[in-house]
């Protein structure tokens, strides 16, 4: 592959069910995969683990100042806001005074504005309307924008607001991302 990928994905409320299909269906393909998520922020998080029963790629939790890899998914710890400069991700303590989490969007904001990575966004299951400036970010800077079909999302405000902004790719069911992923790959890398 000619180019280096990251897929940044964006959920909340009902997100780890979206994410267990997504990674179900994902297989090694040499991009990245970078999970930013609403999470409780007084006990530990353990997505990292039950995403590795999901997928066959190894799973990370992401370290201050972490250069990405291939292959991998990275997982932004409990208590924390991530950012990405220079092709590492970069953690920032959470202000947990401030009530409405904007997890996704300051990812989607700084990964907007990062040079090394070529960019597709996806927002999943979700409360509340994170990741719809970000996308809009990533969008008008060239990335692919996907929004999980509001009907299969526990909580559907999230993905909804994604398509309302009039961005969005493709609409799809988590399980059918992978292989839409794969094929747009595909066209970029052989176009």
Known sequence: MKNKYIIALGASAGGVAALTEFFDNTMPDGVTYIVTMHLYPHQKSLLVEILQRHSVIKVRDVVHNMQIEPNTIYVMPENKTMAIKNGRLILFDRDLSVKVNK???????????????????????????????????????????????????????????????????????????PQAIIDYLGRCNFS
């Open 103 to 177: 997890a996704v969007d300051i990812f989607f904001n700084s990964l907007s504005k990062d040079a090394v990575f070529k960019k597709i966004a996806i927002v999943l299951s979700g409360m509340g309307e994170d990741g719809t400036k970000g996308i809009t970010a990533i969008a008008k800077n060239g990335g692919y924008i996907i929004a999980q079909i509001p009907c299969s999302a526990e909580q559907d405000s999230m993905p909804a607001g994604v398509i309302a902004s009039g961005f969005t790719n493709e609409i799809l069911y988590p399980k059918q991302m």
